[in-house]
């Protein structure tokens, strides 16, 4: 436990951009936002076990998740305060520390009604078997609809190869239409979030 704190405390003071020396940033940073019952979805990436959210972007918990939470895909339920960004991922994906103070296992998945989304398989649209997400963005009287039955911002057309990383990069394109009306993701974030990482180990991919 002490050993991940430890290294959480070096990873925020690495990953922090250049600011004046008297300032904190990561968990140290100062208070910006109180948050309750935001939905997300546990992600293992490059730092950890974080929160994946359509509102918040990454979120990266001040201290160690409890056992039960560390499962990739777990839909939770999270609570808590943000403290200042400490980095980026290009283009606009922001990673946030948070105090959690409430944290609940979910049954459900994703099921907003302003913006939906949905898992699908990559087979029904031509291509070989795996998993794709479709989006709509209902906030407007001609919303945005967005089918991917494959990775997007890299070459190719390979599938996702597990619904957990089909949904994971949904809810980011969510979170950037929500965030900057830009439901881009960048081949870095994908890379961050491990998308598809199991497949191309196996071989599958």
Same mark, same amino acid.
């Given at each position: 436990?002490?050993?991940?704190?430890?290294?959480?405390?070096?990873?925020?003071?690495?990953?922090?951009?250049?600011?004046?020396?008297?300032?904190?940033?990561?968990?140290?940073?100062?208070?910006?936002?109180?948050?309750?019952?935001?939905?997300?979805?546990?992600?293992? $990436? &490059?730092?950890?076990? =974080? *929160?994946?959210?359509? @509102?918040?972007?990454? /979120?990266? %918990?001040?201290?160690?998740?409890?056992? +039960?939470?560390?499962?990739?895909?777990?839909?939770?339920?999270?609570?808590?305060?943000?403290?200042?960004?400490?980095?980026?991922?290009?283009?606009?994906?922001?990673?946030?520390?948070?105090?959690?103070?409430?944290?609940?296992?979910?049954?459900?998945?994703?099921?907003? $009604? &302003?913006?939906?989304? =949905? *898992?699908?398989?990559? @087979?029904?649209?031509? /291509?070989? %078997?795996?998993?794709?997400?479709?989006? +709509?963005?209902?906030?407007?009287?001609?919303?945005?609809?967005?089918?991917?039955?494959?990775?997007?911002?890299?070459?190719?057309?390979?599938?996702?190869?597990?619904?957990?990383?089909?949904?994971?990069?949904?809810?980011?394109?969510?979170?950037?239409?929500?965030?900057?009306? &830009?439901?881009?993701?960048?081949?870095?974030?994908? @890379?961050?979030?491990?998308?598809?990482?199991?497949?191309?180990?196996?071989?599958?991919?």
């Amino acid at each position: 436990m002490r050993r991940t704190l430890f290294a959480l405390l070096i990873l925020f003071s690495l990953g922090c951009e250049k600011q004046e020396q008297t300032e904190d940033c990561g968990c140290d940073s100062e208070k910006t936002e109180v948050v309750k019952n935001l939905f997300g979805i546990v992600v293992e $990436t &490059d730092d950890g076990f =974080e *929160i994946l959210t359509d @509102e918040k972007g990454l /979120l990266l %918990p001040c201290s160690e998740l409890a056992p +039960e939470f560390k499962k990739e895909g777990q839909p939770v339920i999270v609570s808590g305060t943000l403290k200042a960004p400490y980095k980026k991922i290009p283009d606009k994906f922001e990673i946030t520390p948070i105090e959690i103070n409430a944290l609940q296992l979910r049954a459900f998945v994703y099921n907003k $009604t &302003d913006i939906t989304l =949905e *898992i699908i398989k990559s @087979e029904d649209h031509g /291509l070989k %078997p795996g998993f794709g997400y479709f989006i +709509e963005d209902l906030r407007t009287p001609h919303g945005t609809r967005i089918l991917q039955p494959h990775l997007p911002a890299v070459p190719g057309l390979d599938p996702f190869c597990a619904p957990e990383d089909a949904m994971k990069t949904g809810l980011s394109v969510i979170y950037g239409l929500r965030a900057h009306e &830009d439901g881009y993701v960048s081949p870095e974030l994908l @890379e961050y979030l491990n998308v598809n990482k199991k497949c191309s180990q196996s071989g599958l991919y």
